[in-house]
């Protein structure tokens, strides 16, 4: 069997256009992504960041004014669009993003005619359209598990990264960006480690434009060496990558940084999003850490992990 083609159909006037990369970043997963389409008003304010998004991610803007008061009309052009590929026989599965109902019966349809069809949106989603679908992905919960602190992954980049005033980088997908999707494809992995040709594989069918010769390199191998977070190791000469440095010696040593974050702010209580934040500049790999703890939430990770604190809400208090 091939490999799984996905049209990816995104409802703009529903969903955010910070998804995109976890969007692109869950159905890299399944397949190749062959048709990428979103549909709205481009004439509002409020799309625009979804527009500034299309050359990065070669998504192509459907327009669709809304001068209808019985449907949106970005749904209607959604269907109609979804059924003509559906008819042409172009992909294999579907991947529709919204937070509205008016999509369940078109996920149907479209299972029923033996497409793959996964369903994206934030926890508001309708009951209706994530039982239509057979794999719904909630995108608020996606970011906020894949989160990582970019700006310690630039200041460690910066560190080792010499420039180059005549290369510019920002025409094509910065390398911080790869690194990061790497760490989070590892992370999303049953084990601790990924074959470097999947990982490879994963980040063409994300980065269309990826191409490591981009970045001066012949090989991905090579490109990935740059990286401070990644280890590649070679058995039987294929080369598997895994990440290195994430963890401190032992809980202890995030118990004692967390301690001297109470010191120095005198108080036995305090917000755990300050705490947070507190403690990412003594535990730069925080929320790798907190990730490979096996809990998803900063607040469930002192809960579960962290004996000497008691949570409370949206607190955290010392309790020694």
């Known amino acids: 069997m091939g490999e799984l083609t996905i049209a990816l159909l995104i409802d703009a006037d529903n969903i955010g256009a910070k ?5 692109l970043g869950e159905l890299a997963k399944y397949g190749k992504v062959t048709i990428r389409r979103m549909y709205g008003d481009w004439t509002q304010e409020r799309l625009k960041p979804w527009l500034e998004k299309t050359s990065q991610f070669s998504l192509t803007p ?12 970005s749904d209607i052009g959604l269907v109609i669009d979804a059924m003509d590929i559906l008819y042409s026989d172009k992909v294999s599965g579907f991947c529709i993003v919204s937070s509205d109902s008016d999509f ?3 996920a149907k ?4 005619s033996g497409n793959l069809v996964i369903g994206m949106g934030e926890q508001k989603t309708p009951e209706s359209f994530r039982a239509s679908c057979e794999k719904f992905i909630y995108l608020d919960i996606i970011d906020e598990e894949t ?8 200041a460690v980049r910066k560190d080792n990264e010499t420039s180059n005033k005549h290369f510019k980088e920002e025409s094509f997908t910065q390398k911080s960006i790869i690194e990061k999707t790497i760490i989070n494809m590892i ?9 470097l040709g999947e990982i490879g594989q994963r980040i063409n069918n994300m980065f269309p434009d990826f191409d490591v010769r981009n970045y001066h390199y012949t090989k991905l ?12 190791i070679n058995k039987e000469n294929k080369y598997w990558v895994t990440l290195k440095n994430i963890m401190p ?3 202890k040593e995030i118990e004692n940084k967390i301690i001297m974050v109470f010191n120095k702010k005198r108080v036995s209580k305090m917000n755990i999003g300050e705490l947070k934040k507190e403690l990412l500049n003594a535990v730069p790999n925080l929320n790798i850490v907190i990730k490979k703890s096996g809990v998803t939430k900063f607040s469930l990770f002192l809960d579960k992990k962290i004996n000497i604190i008691r949570v409370n809400g949206n607190n955290a208090e010392l309790i020694k």
């Open 19 to 23: 998804h995109i990369e976890s969007i």
């Open 62 to 73: 459907i327009m669709q004014s809304n001068d209808t008061s019985r449907k949106n009309a």
């Open 104 to 106: 369940n019966k078109l």
């Open 109 to 112: 349809r479209l299972r029923e």
């Open 147 to 154: 989160e990582i602190d970019d700006e310690k992954l630039d």
């Open 187 to 195: 992370l999303d992995s049953s084990m601790d480690t990924m074959h």
């Open 221 to 232: 191998s090579e490109l990935l060496k740059e990286f401070d977070s990644l280890s590649l």
């Open 249 to 251: 010696e032992s809980i």
